[in-house]
């Protein structure tokens, strides 16, 4: 995977420096290994946090060995801006394993796929984007369409923008990627981040990328807290109550079969991280189909919806209300709806960005009415 | 021109109703009463499974109660009553619905285009459907309509599969014939043209991949009825064609012999084929309306019912009809059992389970089937 990058780089001559480069490089082997072992695809976490390493070795002659462990990142941080060597041309390996280099501060970007223009949004430096994809338009005011509409993507209208850095979701555009590699554009393919600690991570090497790292850092670790502040509450609740089992509904397109959430989805991890149960935790792949039989059956305490009336904005398609679920036929029976716990929420909640800290506190609020509900049943 | 084409030597005149040599007693009370049988076992048996666990005996003991005049003493939860009774039953009877419809529709076309590959979909009733289809995903209103429990793709499946079938047909007819090569090919065309304008629309009127997916399973098919409004609605219509069809058989049987000959034997050639074609496009818009497009079953259960009875299409109906609607329960029971609680599309379970059974029965007749 990312071991490639280590080989390459010519500056460093002597014997010492090949034999620690050799030992750091095992060692985040290691790591992505192991994470491959514990996970069955490897996290873009561990992927990314390899791709930081790889850079800060680079950058250095030194390295400190034990920088794998989470507890160090911060740290890692610190050292990094005591640091007066320059940060560019900054060489990285991205999440597709291959190996790009920066030569100076990027001013021209080109970022392809919602979940990186939100981003690069959130650090405040979507001024800099100068082409997104046909979904992201609205984020980035200087930016013009490079395509996406239709999942393909226009190369010549990203040579003519001549941009300094191209930042690519992978998922479908490996092929554009390549194109634009070929015209020696420095490409970034970036994993989609299977968890709110992937996304802190992104968040930091975008700003290092543009050459804002303490943006990035500050951003991060401001939303670590508030993540923390919630995730810590519902940890020390879980001791003593049972999770609630919650039902997300992410689209009704037909009604008797809608979308919910399965494992692998930012939705799920953030039900678990804020007290509460997937109803749909054991389904098959992310975003599985599921029938009305399977949701009464598992009679949820908290039904949130994504694509509700009530919130409905211009991309909403035929959205559906509380009302309208609670009359659907047997819904009856479910004790969310019992309860008037169907809960309405907005439809780009969660979206890959800061607003998934935001979607962790709306669906702890959720949860916690939930919980006070319940505790009212329990005591009449 | 007009040489008098040779009729084969035994054939038995039309007016006296012995076409084919009529079946014994025997084997249509063994044919239809072990089919009638093996539907109303899987009907129960499919009822009895699904992702929600509920044990046997409760399953019968809320069906019993549910009808008229009969109590039994409740040991099972309101929610078990509401989803036997609204969401598994209601689902279970439209599978066998849909089933029937398909294979009937399926003897049906085969029948009046005499050629083994056609199946009810041929003249654009599932392009048609899949396009009406798409708009009602994509382009329909947001308002939330809802008529009889239908909602808009499958209001619009069922219009769009009868209007494409009907433009076909008076696309093919010219001095009042319509030759059935003229009508396969414009059906084949009109359904490019559909799936070409389809696959421009899903490109890029779809700006979720949800959207999407909700799309491609529909056009895999899958039941995905909920309450009793659907099938009360569309239960009729397949009704209704399976009695015209029927009515329909004898003269079906004489165009088998191609349709000079049925015109001989005094078969008004034209008409028939035009309400034999209406009949099985209203069964076919009725189960594309309630499962979307299931592929195969409208195929291959007429030709593995035929394998098996041979080709007299009064027979053949009537096997096709409750071998198909078993057929179909199963595989739905199937789809929404195998991966629970996510739902397979059904048509990859009736391709994936249909595909070898029916290989299985073409190898075992070694080269003996009469078509």
């Known amino acids: ?55 800060t070795t680079d950058d250095r002659s030194s390295g400190d060995e034990d920088e794998d462990q989470p507890s160090n990142e911060v740290q890692e941080e610190v050292e990094e801006q005591e640091q007066a060597l320059p940060d560019f041309p900054l060489t990285l390996t991205d999440d597709s394993g291959l190996e790009l280099t920066i030569p100076a501060a990027p001013l021209r970007v080109v970022a392809i796929l919602p979940s990186v ?10 001024d800099r984007l100068v082409g997104v994809d046909d979904f992201s338009l609205d984020d980035a005011p200087n930016a013009v369409s490079v395509g996406g509409n239709n999942f393909t993507f226009n ?5 003519e923008l001549q941009p300094d850095l191209i930042l690519i979701a992978i998922g479908g555009t490996e092929d554009f990627a390549q194109q634009a590699r070929e015209l020696n554009f420095p490409v970034y393919a970036m994993g989609f981040p299977d968890s709110l600690q992937a996304v802190f991570q992104q968040l930091r090497l975008i700003g290092r990328m543009l050459g804002e790292e303490q943006r990035g850092a500050a951003l991060a670790a401001e ?26 509904e992410v689209d009704q397109s037909t009604p008797t079969q809608p979308f919910s959430i399965g494992p692998g989805s930012l939705h799920q991890e953030i039900i678990e991280l804020a007290g509460g149960v997937n ?35 211009e991309l909403s398609f035929n959205p559906i209300s509380a009302a309208e679920v609670a009359q659907r036929i047997g819904w009856g029976e479910i004790s969310a709806v019992q309860d008037g716990l169907v809960t309405p929420l907005p439809g780009d909640l969660f979206s890959v960005g800061a607003r998934l800290v935001d979607a962790l506190e709306r669906v702890a609020e959720a949860i916690a009415d939930a919980r006070a509900l319940t505790a009212q049943d329990d005591a009449a | 021109m007009t040489t008098q084409l040779p009729l084969p030597r035994q054939l ?53 109660d549910s009808l008229p005049l009969i109590e039994v003493d409740q040991t099972w939860t309101n929610a078990e009553a509401t989803i036997l009774r609204e969401i598994r039953l209601p689902r279970v009877v439209s599978a066998a619905l849909v089933g029937a419809a398909l294979s009937a529709s399926g003897v049906l076309f085969q029948g009046v285009f005499r050629n083994p590959l056609v199946d009810p979909f041929i003249i654009g009733a599932s ?20 008529i009889y429990g239908f909602s808009w793709v499958p209001a619009l499946a069922f219009v769009g599969s009868l209007v494409t079938v009907l433009l076909v047909y008076f696309l093919a007819r010219a001095d009042g014939r319509v030759a059935v090569t003229t009508l396969l090919l414009a059906g084949v065309a009109v359904g490019a043209f559909l799936t070409a304008a389809m696959s421009f629309l899903m490109l890029t009127q779809s700006d979720s991949q949800f959207r999407l997916g909700a799309i491609f399973s529909w056009l895999l098919g899958g039941v995905g009825t909920v309450g009793w409004d659907q099938f009360l609605l569309l239960g009729p219509f397949v009704g209704i064609g399976l009695l015209v069809a029927r009515a329909l058989a004898q003269p079906l049987n004489a165009m088998s012999l191609g349709e000079e000959h049925a015109h001989a034997l005094g078969v008004s050639v034209e008409r028939t084929k035009l309400v034999l074609i209406a009949a099985s496009s209203l069964m076919t818009a009725a189960a594309v309306a309630a499962a979307g497009l299931v592929a195969f079953v409208g195929l291959v259960t007429p030709h ?36 629970t609680p996510t739902e397979i599309p059904l048509g990859v379970i009736t391709g994936i389970v249909g595909g070898p059974f029916f290989l299985l029965l073409l190898r075992r007749a070694r080269g003996h089937y009469v078509f």
């Open chain 2, 127 to 146: 392009s048609g459907a899949a396009f009406a289809a798409v708009i009602g995903f994509l382009i329909a209103p947001q308002a939330g309509f809802i």
């Open chain 1, 117 to 126: 223009v939100d981003l690069v949004a959130d650090l405040g430096l979507a």
């Open chain 1, 155 to 159: 190369i010549e209208a990203v040579a």
């Open chain 2, 304 to 339: 593995a019912v035929r394998l098996v009875i041979g080709p007299d299409h009064r027979r053949l109906l009537w096997a096709a009809t409750l071998y198909g609607a078993i057929f179909v329960v199963l595989a739905d029971l199937a789809a929404r059992t195998i991966l």
């Open chain 1, 223 to 248: 939303l670590e807290d508030r993540f923390l502040a919630i995730t810590q509450r519902a940890a020390a609740e879980s001791q003593s109550l049972e999770p609630i089992r919650v039902y997300l």
């Open chain 1, 1 to 55: 995977m990312g071991v490639r990058g280590y080989t390459i780089e010519p500056a460093f001559g002597n014997q010492r420096n090949i034999w620690l480069l050799l030992s750091v490089a095992v060692l985040a082997l290691a790591v992505v290994l192991a994470a491959c072992g514990a996970d069955d695809d490897p996290p873009a976490a561990v992927a990314a946090e390899a791709s930081q390493t790889t850079a």
């Open chain 1, 279 to 313: 109803v749909f935790a054991s389904a098959q792949g992310s975003f599985p189909q599921v029938n009305w039989e399977s949701i009464i059956d598992a009679d949820p305490q908290l039904i949130l919806l994504l694509n509700s009336k009530e919130l409905a904005d």
């Open chain 2, 12 to 64: 038995p005149r039309l007016a006296g109703r012995r076409l084919f040599a009529a079946p014994g007693l025997r084997s249509v009370v063994l044919l239809y009463g072990t089919g009638a049988l093996l539907l109303v076992l899987a009907i129960a048996g499919a009822t009895a499974v699904g992702s929600a666990s509920i044990s046997f005996g409760d399953t019968l003991r809320i069906l019993i």
